[in-house]
């Protein structure tokens, strides 16, 4: 965004909402000894503070505040960049997930890759978005173990007592290999342009560290390979989604010291939650006492208006036992284990996906509050409904697949085959998917995002696909 390319930047973070301010963070990656220019606003200037060094770059943070109900601007390096906020009235939130690819990714053509960023950017010109959710995979990080002699073989093939100089020497090249992700994408310009005028919040999910993170054997990620893996990327990530670091995070985050990385935003009439469903997880569980703790102070929090649970897994899907059971008795499928494992609906998290249902159905008992889960993940566009009694629903909707390529048409129809078995993990709740609005199928095989809009104080869905475009709007 500067007329010095060398600089990356500026992104913009909602660290918090508080007294009708939006906390902010301007991330910022520039050369080593290359001079940021301030944030200005209201003729003062907000200096950007180092963050993290890495071999070539710095990474630096600008924090500053702009109203929350009302457009305002902020100013850098001579460019004046509108925001729209509306918290509190009508807005218009978008939501994208599985920014990348699992495989050369870096080596992709922009344009190609880029082309539903561009999309959101014209639909941010027409009618500005004051809130951007990331709901998972905001990068794609499968092949940076690649390259280092420790972590070539990952997970399957791994040293069983590295040496303390070459676990160092993993970690430098790991930290390398996610900054030139965060950076490929963060430097992509119809990407850039919408992150220096709309405010990120960010949650991650498994290619956000290495491909079924939490799904894949205790062998693989508590090994000293496995644990300087996870330690880069959450470095990485807290930096790169989040404009923090260790001992640095903003007040939405429910655990200040960063055991799990699970936050909210309150704003009149809304809530979110976001859940952190990796940095606790494990083949046998979804989260700790850590996060069903945040869990659990939120169900007794009054909210009135509508929450919108970020689950960057589907909370709602079709039943998946019987594919699960498929892959683990066929020995070409057992690769494929990991990504069932990573489902709520997996035989193995079964009870903790009864606590979550429990959960948000106790929340929208409540008196004037709603629940909504928004996923991403399955690279699909899809939406399911479960009634929660008193003539409330508990909606989800799953946007996946900003720039991943959508799987052959013909999975989505297996998915839509599958989702006619039904299922009922609550007794009296049935989990139903439903076609999108406009749709012939129930999943969409098409690359896409979420566009979630409240009018007076009436919230509707509406899915942006690259070949059908917009959907008809989805009263929540």
Not at 134 to 148: I, K, L, N, P
Not at 150 to 167: H, I, Q, V
Not at 325 to 341: A, F, G, I, N, S
Request: glycine share 8%; charged share 25%; aromatic share 8%.
């Amino acid at each position: 965004m500067s007329s010095n390319h060398s600089i990356t930047g500026p992104i913009l973070i909602l660290d918090d909402l508080r007294d009708g301010q939006m906390q902010l963070a301007a991330l910022f990656i520039a050369p080593k000894g290359q001079t940021v220019p301030p944030v200005s606003l209201d003729g003062m200037d907000r200096q950007a503070e180092p963050l993290a060094e890495y071999a070539s770059v710095s990474v630096l943070r600008a924090r500053f505040s702009l109203p929350a109900d009302r457009p305002s601007s902020y100013q850098w390096n001579g460019q004046s960049f509108e925001v729209a906020g509306g918290f509190g009235g009508d807005m218009r939130i978008a939501y994208a997930s599985c920014n990348g690819e699992e495989h050369g990714d870096l080596d992709r053509d922009g344009k190609e890759r880029n082309a539903m960023w561009a999309r959101m950017g014209a639909e941010h010109r027409k009618r500005p978005f004051s809130l951007l959710l990331h709901g998972g995979d905001q990068v794609y990080a499968d092949e940076v173990t690649d390259g280092h002699r420790l972590s070539d073989g990952w997970p399957d093939k791994l040293p069983r007592d590295p040496s303390r100089e070459d676990l160092d020497s993993l970690r430098a090249h790991l930290r390398e290999g996610f900054l030139r992700r965060y950076l490929a994408v963060y430097s992509a310009p119809e990407l850039a342009w919408l992150a220096a005028r709309v405010p990120s919040l960010m949650q991650w999910d498994d290619h956000d560290i290495c491909d079924g993170w939490g799904s894949l054997r205790r062998s693989s990620t508590y090994s000293p390979v496995g644990q300087t893996l996870f330690a880069a990327a959450r470095e990485a990530a807290l930096l790169f989604q989040h404009g923090c670091c260790n001992g640095d995070l903003p007040a939405r985050f429910a655990d200040p010291d960063g055991t799990h990385l699970g936050w909210r935003i309150e704003a009149p009439g809304l809530r979110l939650l976001a859940p952190d469903l990796r940095s606790e997880r494990s083949r046998r569980r979804v989260m700790a006492r850590g996060g069903w703790r945040m869990m659990k102070a939120e169900v007794k929090r009054s909210a009135p208006g509508q929450t919108f649970l970020l689950s960057s897994v589907p909370l709602l899907g079709p039943r998946l036992s019987l594919l699960e059971l498929l892959m683990v008795l066929t020995p070409r499928m057992q690769k494929y284990e990991d990504d069932l494992r990573d489902q709520w609906q997996s035989r193995a998290h079964r009870a903790s996906w009864r606590r979550m249902l429990r959960m948000m159905r106790d929340t929208a008992a409540k008196d004037g509050q709603q629940v909504t889960a928004v996923s991403g993940e399955i690279h699909l566009a899809a939406r399911a409904e479960m009634p929660l009694g008193g003539g409330k629903t508990l909606h989800q909707l799953v946007a996946s697949g900003i720039s991943h390529r959508a799987p052959p048409k013909a999975w989505a129809r297996v998915l839509g085959m599958l989702s006619w078995l039904g299922d009922a993990p609550l007794p009296g709740h049935p989990v139903r998917i439903r076609k999108i609005p406009g749709q012939a199928g129930r999943y969409a095989a098409e690359r896409n995002y979420l566009i979630l809009e409240r009018q007076d104080t009436q919230w509707a869905a509406i899915w942006d696909l690259e070949t059908s475009g917009q959907s008809e709007p989805l009263r929540l």
